[in-house]
């Protein structure tokens, strides 16, 4: 029983510090609908330590997602290992920083949120009672948000855009344009009109 105090006791701590520590100053990451993004984790890996990804989610109700490398199965049976912990989620080996990175798929408005990583030690420790404790340490906090530019408007080139725009223009001019022929024609028909006009009457004048 002593040993559950324990465990309980060590495991507030570590989710009261963790609340605490979330609070802090984040980096923002702004990625568009369908983006493939990689989280990088700042937290290295050893003997008996291992890395997990969390996500505390932007929308309500929603509990705090945790993605680890290590699936611990019962009593008795081996630890195995998970690349894939959820469809779109993958983890990537970064063998310069000896840790996981998180790479998402296809992402959508439903993966924002807050993403860090850290590690997870089981430690056994042999007192009156052998008892395990839960170690875990956590990174840099990264906040993930979608801009709000739609599908369509990114598939549209700024030359379809710029040929539209000529088209409307054109389009607007043509009319504007056959009126002015037409109403040029009708001056010169007068001007023609009148000077003809003129010429008889002088020739009329002269010849009488």
């Given at each position: 029983?002593?040993?559950?105090?324990?465990?309980?006791?060590?495991?507030?701590?570590?989710?009261?510090?963790?609340?605490?520590?979330?609070?802090?100053?984040?980096?923002?990451?702004?990625?568009?609908?369908?983006?493939?993004?990689?989280?990088?984790?700042?937290?290295?890996?050893?003997?008996?330590?291992?890395?997990?990804?969390?996500?505390?989610?932007?929308?309500?109700?929603?509990?705090?997602?945790?993605?680890?490398?290590?699936?611990?199965?019962?009593?008795?049976?081996?630890?195995?290992?998970?690349?894939?912990?959820?469809?779109?989620?993958?983890?990537?080996?970064?063998?310069?920083?000896?840790?996981?990175?998180?790479?998402?798929?296809?992402?959508?408005?439903?993966?924002?949120?807050?993403?860090?990583?850290?590690?997870?030690?089981?430690?056994?420790?042999?007192?009156?009672?052998?008892?395990?404790?839960?170690?875990?340490?956590?990174?840099?906090?990264?906040?993930?948000?979608?801009?709000?530019?739609?599908?369509?408007?990114?598939?549209?080139?700024?030359?379809?855009?710029?040929n539209k725009v000529c088209w409307i223009l054109l389009s607007s001019l043509c009319p504007a344009s056959a009126v002015l022929s037409s109403l040029l024609s009708v001056l010169i028909l007068i001007l023609v009109d009148t000077n003809s006009f003129v010429l008889a009457r002088s020739l009329f004048t002269v010849t009488k």
């Amino acid at each position: 029983m002593d040993g559950l105090h324990i465990f309980l006791a060590v495991l507030m701590g570590v989710v009261s510090c963790g609340h605490d520590w979330i609070s802090t100053s984040a980096l923002d990451l702004t990625a568009s609908q369908g983006d493939n993004i990689t989280l990088y984790c700042d937290c290295k890996l050893s003997t008996g330590v291992y890395i997990a990804w969390y996500r505390n989610c932007s929308h309500e109700n929603q509990p705090t997602l945790v993605l680890k490398t290590k699936i611990e199965y019962n009593p008795g049976q081996q630890n195995a290992y998970s690349l894939n912990p959820l469809p779109r989620f993958t983890f990537l080996r970064n063998f310069s920083s000896e840790s996981y990175d998180l790479q998402i798929i296809n992402v959508t408005d439903s993966d924002e949120g807050l993403y860090y990583c850290g590690t997870q030690q089981v430690k056994v420790e042999e007192n009156e009672f052998v008892s395990q404790i839960n170690i875990n340490t956590y990174g840099n906090i990264t906040r993930l948000k979608l801009n709000m530019i739609s599908e369509s408007q990114q598939r549209i080139p700024k030359d379809d855009c710029d040929n539209k725009v000529c088209w409307i223009l054109l389009s607007s001019l043509c009319p504007a344009s056959a009126v002015l022929s037409s109403l040029l024609s009708v001056l010169i028909l007068i001007l023609v009109d009148t000077n003809s006009f003129v010429l008889a009457r002088s020739l009329f004048t002269v010849t009488k």
